[in-house]
């Protein structure tokens, strides 16, 4: 019996699994990596496009309150995440500025989620012109006072 003389050391067989369940494991690690930071990269996407439904809707909601009311001055509104199916609640600012003759400038600035330090902050500018009747207040003449028909002798 004649025994061989080229035989592999022992333990390089557990020495190869080892390296290449290493790298498998590094792989691993790789894509849960690139799959969580594209589930935030999603998210933030997400809450940029609802920060931009809330800023179209408080647009809308504005240009609706200087039509009934030109003195209307704006307002600061939290919206509660149950309404817009948010991840927490918005916060909306509405400003009325002033413009020329029949206009008016509203400003609005939508910070959602509110309160977070990674929140999306979307301020836009939008020209308002009042219907025909209605105007600024600055250029709105006082209304002109009616005597009662008691107050006549």
């Known amino acids: 019996m004649t025994r061989?003389?080229?035989r592999e050391p022992r333990g390089m067989t557990l020495v190869a699994v080892l390296a290449a369940m290493t790298v498998v494991l590094l792989m691993l690690g790789g894509m849960l990596k690139i799959g969580l930071v594209g589930r935030r990269h999603l998210l933030k996407?997400?809450?940029a496009s609802q920060a931009e439904c809330l800023l179209e809707a408080a647009a809308d909601r504005a240009a609706t309150r200087l039509a009934a009311d030109a003195a209307w001055p704006g307002d600061r509104r939290t919206v509660p995440a149950e309404e817009i199916v948010g991840t927490g609640p918005a916060?909306?600012?509405t400003a009325v500025e002033a413009g020329g003759e029949g206009s008016a400038t509203i400003r609005i600035?939508?910070?959602?989620?509110?309160g977070r330090a990674d929140s999306?902050?979307?301020e836009r500018v939008f020209p308002f012109t009042f219907p025909a009747g209605i105007?600024?207040?600055a250029s709105a003449p006082a209304?002109?006072?009616q005597a009662s028909p008691e107050d006549s002798p």
């Open 91 to 93: 916060e909306v600012t």
């Open 109 to 114: 600035v939508v910070d959602y989620p509110a």
């Open 4 to 6: 061989s003389t080229t």
């Open 120 to 122: 999306v902050r979307r």
């Open 45 to 47: 996407e997400l809450e």
């Open 143 to 145: 209304p002109a006072a």
């Open 135 to 137: 105007g600024p207040p």
